[in-house]
């Protein structure tokens, strides 16, 4: 992900990684030695896991990614490389003889997740390997725009690394207990509901999860140490709290548990990496909470591409927009590459030919954008008794298409104040035009855009519609 002047964002993960292995398999039969069924082993996927799966998805989204870690010279260790090789992550994993590489492996059956089981090293690091731990974070994290630390009680980040760590500008924790992370000053932590009720030492379990963090706010923030708390509560999505600010909510679509695998590093890989780029922290909470929402819709330990994100961000927002937030939505689409294709018309009475054409008009590009003129330049354009439909009609009815990705009003008799705004790669019309009749294209080429006018159809146009409606007995 590039920042708002195109900088890709420098991130450095330090924590305890894993390897996540899924076996899949079909059971037919119960052993002879128990009633348990026998499975047959058909398919086994690997999958970077823990500090490792949340670089995968700061990779993913676009972050140029420093991973610092601890694994053993064991085969784990090698598959574990291998796959985070595969999804572009440079790891930078320093190899402790002896210690075993985590390992959590989960049993599939005929679809179903029938058992797990892990293989962990409880055993404190050695002094040397802390030593050179230290090293390579004092090289790489004062440097990085953002450093994500995911501490799940592995060995990596003991105090002297929680020290290392303090004070950076720009620090987002993801702890099992965030309560010793204090006094390194994050910015921000991530813990759930049940690692809340641990650092607030009370018995909770209330029924109203929601009442319960509201409630206790202040105190969080407090026992915490950073400058914002994210507490997640699954399938009821998360509260974002600050100092001086009612907790602002984010909403989950439920999944069921078995797909939750990795949601959480998925949600602090987007939360983290939307604040390294400016964001503010409702928009960082939305943007974790939109690509979670992604991969708990996938199986096995997946991770969200920054395309799914801002298609899921699309989706949460709606696709209706302001010119100002489009123009800032459209600036994140640039930065993965992808190519905006601009249109606009009355679309009073959307008909075959309007469909056609924004179906030939999206295939042309990544992101299609229409812009609908306003009822008075509906009025201007085509006179009294137009528009029939009023613009938030036509603009809901356009949003409701498959092909359109935002919709957005304009009320001048030409685009050009919209198309200086957006600057998109290409702009189309549908109708009988030449591109020479557009008033607009001389624009749109001088920012290096290019103009094309899509097919016609005969007989397909909104006044001649209209005109066949109005000329029906009234009582037909």
């Given at each position: 992900m590039g920042t708002?002047?195109?900088?890709?964002?420098?991130?450095?993960?330090?924590?305890?990684?894993?390897?996540?292995?899924?076996?899949?398999?079909?059971?037919?039969?119960?052993?002879?030695?128990?009633?348990?069924?026998?499975?047959?082993?058909?398919?086994?996927?690997n999958a970077p896991g823990g500090a490792a799966n949340t670089a995968a998805n700061l990779v993913a989204l676009g972050a140029r990614v420093r991973?610092?870690?601890?694994?053993?010279?064991?085969?784990?260790?090698?598959?574990?490389?291998?796959?985070?090789?595969?999804?572009?992550?440079?790891?930078d994993l320093l190899t402790v003889p002896g210690r075993r590489t985590s390992h959590k492996r989960r049993l599939v059956t005929d679809g179903q997740l029938?058992?797990?089981?892990?293989?962990?090293?409880?055993?404190?690091?050695?002094?040397t390997a802390e030593r050179e731990l230290l090293r390579r974070i004092e090289a790489a994290a004062p440097a990085a725009d953002v450093v994500v630390a995911c501490d799940y009680a592995g060995g990596v980040c003991t105090p002297s690394?929680?020290?290392?760590?303090?004070?950076?500008?720009?620090?987002?924790?993801?702890?099992?207990?965030?309560?010793?992370?204090?006094?390194?000053?994050?910015?921000?932590?991530?813990?759930?509901?049940?690692?809340?009720?641990?650092?607030?030492?009370?018995e909770g379990g209330e029924l109203d999860r929601l009442a319960y963090l509201v409630a206790r706010s202040d105190r969080v923030l407090e026992l915490t140490g950073a400058d914002m708390v994210v507490t997640t509560l699954d399938g009821e999505g998360t509260l974002l709290h600050r100092p001086g600010l009612p907790p602002y909510r984010t909403y989950a679509r439920p999944a069921p548990q078995h797909m939750a695998t990795g949601a959480g590093d998925t949600y602090t890989a987007a939360f983290a990496l939307w604040l390294a780029d400016g964001a503010a922290p409702e928009e960082a909470a939305e943007a974790g909470q939109a690509a979670a929402g992604v991969v708990v819709r996938r199986p096995g330990t997946a991770v969200c591409t920054r395309h799914d994100l801002l298609r899921a961000l699309r989706r949460r927002e709606g696709a209706v927009q302001t010119p100002e937030r489009l123009a800032q939505l459209l600036d994140e689409h640039r930065r993965g590459g992808e190519?905006?294709?601009?249109?606009?018309?009355?679309?009073?009475?959307?008909?075959?030919?309007?469909?056609?054409?924004?179906?030939?008009?999206?295939?042309?590009?990544?992101?299609?954008?229409?812009?609908?003129?306003?009822?008075?330049?509906?009025?201007?354009?085509k006179g009294p008794g137009r528009p029939v439909n009023p613009c938030e009609d036509r603009m809901s009815v356009l949003a409701a298409l498959n092909d359109v990705d935002y919709v957005v009003e304009f009320d001048e008799d030409t685009p050009e104040r919209l198309l200086r705004m957006i600057r998109p790669e290409l702009y189309v019309k549908g109708g009988d035009?030449?591109?020479?009749?557009l008033p607009e294209a001389p624009l749109v080429r001088a920012m290096g855009g290019e103009v094309r006018v899509l097919d016609y159809l005969p007989d397909r146009s909104t006044t001649a519609i209209i005109g066949r409606m109005r000329s029906l007995p009234e009582n037909a």
């Open positions: 708002s002047d195109g900088k890709v964002i420098d991130a450095v993960v330090v924590g305890d990684v894993m390897l996540d292995s899924w076996l899949h398999g079909s059971a037919k039969r119960l052993a002879q030695e128990a009633p348990v069924p026998v499975m047959s082993l058909e398919a086994t996927e991973l610092i870690g601890v694994a053993g010279d064991d085969e784990p260790g090698g598959e574990l490389r291998q796959a985070l090789s595969l999804l572009g992550v440079e790891p029938t058992a797990r089981f892990d293989d962990e090293d409880p055993d404190p690091l050695p002094e690394v929680r020290a290392a760590l303090a004070g950076l500008p720009l620090l987002v924790v993801d702890a099992h207990a965030v309560a010793p992370w204090r006094e390194s000053r994050p910015t921000a932590v991530l813990p759930n509901y049940a690692e809340v009720v641990r650092l607030l030492a009370e190519r905006v294709v601009f249109t606009n018309g009355c679309f009073d009475v959307l008909h075959r030919g309007h469909v056609t054409y924004l179906e030939q008009a999206a295939r042309l590009g990544d992101v299609l954008v229409v812009a609908v003129n306003s009822d008075a330049g509906v009025a201007r354009l035009y030449t591109p020479e009749m």
